[in-house]
């Protein structure tokens, strides 16, 4: 069974602190790892996807990877309210595209 | 904007009736993917087309249904309509197969049934 689990949340932070969103996942068999933002009412958007072990960073985004936890997180540093929204983990079994979703964390930023 | 639009962006029906949902995915894509996203969740896999074949299914019935089309469209139906049926399916297109990092969703349809 492919599963994805994320921190139930929501998480609040304060404008400007750095915001930590995690995911486990069940199976080892996954190469991808992907974050999506969401925002209410609107369809899922990339924001990071990560392969390999170790960090990957893009701007004020940073995601880590852990195979042999099979840990996954998303940190966002200087957080604004702009970046409120439900964050979305999935993993991509039998082809990065078939994707295993998470069921979401809500991030609120406030001003 | 991802090139991905979908249609109807809302619809109503009622428990066993018929849906047909419907994605125009970018020139070049060949590879699209249908998900459900009941409120609250995360979105589901239901299938994936590659090349007007189907490549790979979720754990999803046989009343999900699909077709891709060589004009870079593709259907979702869906028959026999349950209450559980009703949340946002969205489509996603992407150039080739293992390009999950170039996968784009499309605005999704919000179906309720009654």
């Known amino acids: 069974q492919k599963e994805v689990e994320q921190n139930s949340g929501p998480l609040s932070v304060p404008e400007g602190a750095i915001a930590s969103l995690n995911c486990t996942y069940s199976?080892?068999?996954?190469?991808?790892f992907f974050w999506y933002r969401q925002y209410s009412g609107k369809s899922p958007e990339l924001i990071m996807f990560i392969y390999s072990n170790g960090d990957k960073e893009d701007g004020r985004f940073t995601a880590q990877l852990n195979k042999a936890s099979q840990y996954v997180s998303l940190l966002i540093r200087d957080s604004q309210p702009s970046d409120s929204a439900t964050y979305l983990c999935a993993g991509g079994w039998g082809g990065s595209e078939k994707l295993v979703f998470g069921k979401g964390t809500k991030l609120t930023v406030n001003p | 904007e991802t090139g991905v639009t979908q249609s109807p962006t809302h619809l109503i029906k009622t428990r066993g009736q018929q849906v047909t949902l419907r994605c125009s995915s970018q020139s070049g894509h060949n590879t699209v993917s249908w998900y459900q996203q009941a409120l609250g969740q995360g979105p589901q896999f239901i299938f994936q087309y590659y090349r007007e074949e189907e490549n790979g299914r979720g754990n999803f019935p046989p009343r999900f249904s699909g077709l891709q089309f060589p004009n870079y469209s593709s259907e979702l139906n869906v028959n026999a309509l349950e209450l559980d049926d009703s949340a946002l399916y969205l489509c996603?297109?992407?150039?080739?197969?293992?390009?999950?990092?170039?996968?784009?969703f499309g605005p999704g349809t919000r179906l309720l049934v009654l």
């Open positions: 199976d080892r068999g996954s190469q991808s």
């Open positions: 996603a297109s992407s150039p080739d197969i293992g390009g999950g990092e170039t996968q784009y």
